[in-house]
């Protein structure tokens, strides 16, 4: 059974810091691309940042450019995403995926997907 679970999500003020964990089982996961994607409430899902199959490659939203920073640890099946100096718009659930295919920001490319953890950034 495929499974991707995302935790590390919680409360956190402005300017703070929180490292997401995403990890993955019932797959070959050194073959897949990894994202991360956030949905706020009324807005549709969108991307935050990707990794290639090999971490050589990484793609990061304009929105989050410069303070977001993903990796990969393909022995323990595991992607991370640091997550400095949040913003309140940046409190959304996160969601990571699998893709089978190149990394690609676009939701519609993942074939498997976490159930989500909560990021709330207080003003």
């Known amino acids: 059974e495929v499974q991707l679970v995302e935790s590390g999500g919680g409360l956190v003020q402005a300017g703070g810091s929180l490292r997401l964990s995403c990890a993955a089982s019932?797959?070959?996961?050194?073959?897949?691309?990894i994202g991360w994607f956030r949905q706020a409430p009324g807005k549709e899902r969108e991307g935050v940042s990707c990794i290639s199959s090999s971490g050589v490659s990484t793609y990061y939203a304009d929105s989050v450019k410069g303070r977001f920073t993903i990796s990969r640890d393909n022995a323990k099946n595991a992607v991370y995403l640091q997550m400095d100096s949040l913003k309140p718009e940046d409190t959304a659930v996160y969601y990571c995926?699998?893709?089978?295919?190149?990394?690609?920001?676009?939701?519609?490319?993942?074939?498997?997907w976490g159930q989500g953890t909560q990021v709330i950034v207080s003003s």
């Open positions: 995926a699998a893709d089978s295919g190149v990394a690609t920001m676009s939701v519609s490319m993942y074939d498997y």
């Open positions: 019932g797959f070959t996961f050194g073959d897949y691309a």
